[in-house]
């Protein structure tokens, strides 16, 4: 019914910069509550950012001043910009959506920041 699709990860250099896009298709009207997810090896599964259909947000500490949300209802797409991404940042990225009281995962996008 519901799928998301996240595309934009890749390898980058300290001090770089990547755009995520996650895309919805299916019977989705709007777009709700939606947020970024990481989780690098060994460690636990964190949220990077959060948006409101209002466009309120919600950032993880570490990324404050360096990562922002956004979405496009028009195109059912929310993205995640990120700049100044430091090795830390390195993980598997998955966008998350609520709609119609589910809870929808998409399959995730390798960043890797390395020299």
């Known amino acids: 019914q519901v799928q998301l699709v996240e595309s934009g990860g890749g390898l980058v250099q300290p001090g770089g910069s990547l755009r995520l896009s996650c895309a919805a298709s299916g019977m989705i009207f709007s777009l709700n509550y939606m947020a970024w997810y990481r989780q690098a090896p060994g460690k636990q599964r964190e949220a990077v950012a959060t948006i409101t259909s209002a466009g309120t947000t919600i950032y993880l500490e570490s990324v404050k001043g360096r990562f922002t949300i956004s979405r496009d209802d028009a195109k059912n797409t929310m993205y995640l910009q990120m700049n100044s991404l430091k090795p830390e940042d390195t993980a598997t990225y998955s966008c998350?959506?609520?709609?119609?009281?589910?809870?929808?995962w998409g399959q995730g996008t390798q960043v890797t920041v390395s020299s």
């Open positions: 998350y959506l609520h709609y119609g009281f589910r809870d929808y």
